[in-house]
């Protein structure tokens, strides 16, 4: 299991590297796929260039048409065009996916990937044209069509404890933010009640606003749903109890 993401980057770029494609035409279209500028870069392909190349393929790898192969061979050429072109990044936990291409190559790859179901945007930048995807479910589709496997089965348990720890995070804090509003209300309720018991105006209210008065003096931790539990009542009623104790203690005898 690689470590960080970048680890799992690295070896998701190796695992597609070592694919040796069965059929000649595939062969042809990774090579075709494999930018010049890219290989010279990067040792590893320029290494899966001349494994491509060797296998005596004899169809001219230089050209590539789209629009004419089967979808084997444009899966095989976008494989080739992502190991010396593209990026793959979860920076703050959100996937990107991107192909820096020619301004020229830039709206015709988007037009060709949507039409085969995994449509991209695509910008300028800094004089290239760049295939963008930020879709986790696009990106993974991108992924296991140009033949990923074991390191896309990691990038999805990471994508999924991702999302259950985002879940969590907003349930806690959903559950804090009730808390704290739970607190500041029972806070508010117990100042009231102590006014209105000071001054005597407590005893003068129903039987229902005494009790639930009481109930909050004695569990000022309580909700009020425990509170209506408590006293056999409806939430509703306890809700408007509070209320009226509230507007009462805010009122100058």
């Not at 990774?30 to 990067?42: F, I, K, M, S, Y």
């Not at 005596?56 to 992502?82: E, N």
């Not at 793959?88 to 790859?109: D, I, Q």
């Not at 005893?203 to 008065?213: I, L």
């Amino acid at each position: 299991m690689a470590g960080t993401d970048r680890d799992l980057v690295l070896a998701l770029r190796a695992e597609l590297a070592a694919i040796d494609p069965s059929r000649a035409c595939d062969r042809d279209a990774e090579r075709a796929g494999l930018d010049p500028a890219g290989r010279r870069r990067d040792p590893t392909l320029a290494r899966l260039a001349v494994r491509l190349a060797r296998r005596g393929d004899s169809q001219d790898a230089a050209a590539f048409a789209w629009a004419s192969r089967p979808d084997h061979c444009r899966m095989a050429w976008l494989r080739g065009r992502f190991l010396s072109q593209g990026s793959l990044s979860f920076a703050n936990g959100r996937t990107h996916l991107e192909l820096v291409v020619s301004v020229a190559e830039a709206p015709r790859l988007a037009a060709h990937l949507a039409a085969v179901g995994m449509a991209p945007s695509w910008r300028l930048r800094r004089g290239r044209g760049v295939v963008t995807w930020k879709s986790a479910d696009t990106v993974l589709t991108v992924l296991r069509r140009i033949g990923a496997g074991p390191s896309l089965l990691e990038i999805e348990a990471r994508q999924i404890a991702r999302t259950l720890r985002g879940e969590l995070n907003r349930v806690l804090n959903a559950e804090s933010a009730n808390l704290a509003r739970t607190v500041s209300a029972a806070g508010r309720q117990l100042d009231a009640i102590a006014t209105l018991a000071a001054d005597g105006r407590l005893d003068d209210e129903p039987a229902t606003v005494r009790s639930v008065a009481a109930a909050r003096r004695e569990t000022p931790e309580a909700t009020l749903g425990e509170l209506a539990e408590r006293l056999a009542i409806h939430r509703s009623a306890v809700q408007r109890a509070l209320d009226r104790l509230e507007r009462l203690a805010d009122r100058v005898p």
